[in-house]
């Protein structure tokens, strides 16, 4: 049969900006051999066959694809154990692979035997040389010479912990069960137009007033508060004094949990109808990540479910989630993933990988979420980034919602790839350099950022048109807070919820055609930066958030 096209016009049909590619191994080899050649070939070409592009030897990518293989096939064998010690109560999972015999037993659901992760540790210290960790393994039922050994691959899993969708690791799972199940998770629809019932709220309650200082409250205003860069920072002896306890305080800015505060540790030393508290019931609803994708699917429909990733929580939709990855992979639709633990900062326990197998193993070391890598984000210099926003909320009856104006970059420091050997890489798939020692960090003024974003992207876009598009995500988040939980507020006793005032730190991530994913919304956030680059920076928090004062901050 005659050729109909040549492989020079094959390629020159192809997108442009076609960053993978999946080919025949002949395909492979002509392209490496003419962008070795200096010929542009799908300039913008990243990975070609699971391997970076810049991989141009034959045998090197031969022994990486090798690789890769193996590392896909060792979570079949793999386990894990979590260890917490005094100092670091959020420590990772350990992952491991026993010796060739402990590797050869079989699963069974009635089996004979035990295997359990063992610890020696003769001085107390997991990192002390005499300290050895392997596996135990033992007789559960009586057997005899010549019996094959079986352990239970998911002891304690049962149905309800999805236990034969985790066996599709091991086992064929008919796909037409995980199709089902997507189709039940998508028929999902809100009850309520978010913005319909965000609307009735607004109107039906008057703003916020600041506090009264010519009433019952007189200057200068006592603060009690826990958190140390408000201690040492704070520092407007005109309006606020520090109390040492919370009793005589009127403004209470604790970083204990709302439970914590009102339930359990100081209820009975504060009154909560008549102090301020800096956040506000139910605020888990969106600080949790797992929460968070939940608040945002339950609120809203496509287009406003995109500001954040396509994400599913893997203890509740977890065969639904394995009918999308299959489905993406019909698809030929980029399926890379990112696990994330569903209360745990600074990246801790968090892979990046397109290894379906893998991300059910990683789910059974704690509860995870699974979000849509951003696969296609906007670089700078090459190089991954996100921004960390100081958000304000003053009401949620009604929603008043401001931004400090400074924004805080993060960036990567190797430049970005998405060839699957670099998922492993924190320095290239992660932005949070300040908690690793040794590691370079990246300081970049808001201003000076939004200069060179604006050069980078001449002729596309301007970062104030990213701003705004950015300002509008985290909005949305709040408003889908209010309509939630907009009647669990109103219930509350007197004017509790109204005189609540809270700070978070909600990041973000851009895509390459400049459309703003919501990362994470963190209660408490990290301000050292803030205060460092301005004294005065919880002044203004303060001011806004109790005396109306608006210096530095975008209402929103």
């Not at 704690?366 to 921004?387: E, S, T, V, W």
Request: proline content about 5%; overall charge negative.
């Amino acid at each position: 049969m005659p050729r109909l096209h040549t492989v020079d016009e094959l390629l020159a049909s192809l997108p442009h900006t076609l960053k993978t590619l999946t080919c025949d191994e002949d395909l492979e080899q002509y392209i490496i051999s003419q962008r070795s050649q200096g010929i542009p070939v799908l300039p913008h070409l990243r990975t070609l066959n699971d391997v970076s592009v810049s991989v141009t030897e034959n045998e090197e990518r031969d022994k990486e694809r090798n690789v890769r293989k193996v590392m896909r096939e060792l979570w079949k064998y793999a386990g894990t154990y979590r260890i917490v010690s005094e100092s670091q109560m959020d420590e990772e999972n350990i992952w491991y692979i026993n010796d060739e015999i402990g590797s050869l037993m079989k699963h069974s659901d009635q089996p004979n035997f035990a295997m359990h992760p063992f610890i020696y540790a003769p001085n107390n210290k997991i990192d002390d040389p005499l300290t050895i960790t392997y596996s135990i393994c033992w007789p559960v039922k009586d057997i005899v010479e010549g019996d094959v050994i079986y352990r239970d691959f998911l002891k304690g899993y049962t149905e309800e912990k999805f236990r034969s969708t985790r066996f599709s690791v091991w086992f064929n799972t008919p796909p037409e069960y995980f199709e089902e199940q997507l189709k039940i998770y998508r028929s999902f629809k809100p009850i309520e137009d978010a913005m319909t019932a965000h609307q009735r709220f607004q109107e039906k309650y008057p703003p916020i007033s600041p506090i009264d200082v010519n009433g019952v409250n007189s200057l200068p205003i006592k603060v009690y508060s826990d958190y140390i860069q408000v201690v040492e920072n704070l520092k407007d002896p005109a309006r606020y004094v520090l109390s040492d306890t919370p009793q005589d305080a009127l403004i209470f800015w604790s970083s204990l949990d709302y439970y914590s505060i009102t339930q359990v540790q100081v209820a009975h030393m504060v009154d909560e109808t008549t102090f301020y508290l800096n956040q506000f019931q139910f605020e888990a609803a969106y600080v949790a990540k797992h929460h968070l994708a939940n608040l945002i699917r339950s609120s809203f429909t496509y287009p406003l479910t995109e500001i954040i990733q396509e994400t599913f929580v893997l203890d509740e939709s977890l065969p639904a989630f394995v009918g999308r990855f299959q489905e993406r992979e019909k698809l030929a639709l980029d399926n890379t993933w990112i696990l994330k633990p569903t209360n745990m900062a600074r990246s801790m326990d968090s892979w990046v990988t397109s290894n379906l197998d893998q991300i059910l193993r990683v789910s059974e070391s704690g509860p995870k979420i699974a979000q849509k890598y951003i696969h296609n984000p906007c670089l700078f210099r090459g190089k991954k980034f996100d921004m960390r926003f100081v958000v304000l909320v003053k009401s949620v009856l009604p929603l008043e919602v401001l931004i400090y104006q400074e924004f805080y970059t993060r960036h990567s420091n190797n430049l970005f790839q998405m060839d699957e050997s670099s998922f492993s890489t924190y320095e290239t798939h992660f932005t949070v350099m300040n908690y690793s020692e040794g590691v370079k960090l990246t300081n970049i003024r808001y201003y000076d950022f939004e200069q060179e974003f604006n050069l980078e992207n001449e002729g596309k876009i301007q970062f104030a048109e990213v701003r705004d598009r950015i300002h509008n995500a985290i909005k949305q988040v709040f408003v889908a807070f209010q309509v939630k939980h907009g009647k669990d507020l109103e219930a509350l006793p007197g004017e509790a919820s109204r005189r609540c005032r809270a700070m978070y730190g909600v990041d973000v991530m851009i895509t390459d055609d400049y459309q703003p994913k919501i990362l994470e919304v963190t209660f408490q956030p990290d301000c050292g930066r803030a205060c460092k680059f301005n004294p005065s920076f919880f002044n203004e928090v303060f001011g806004c958030l109790y005396f109306n004062d608006e210096k530095n901050m975008i209402r929103i």
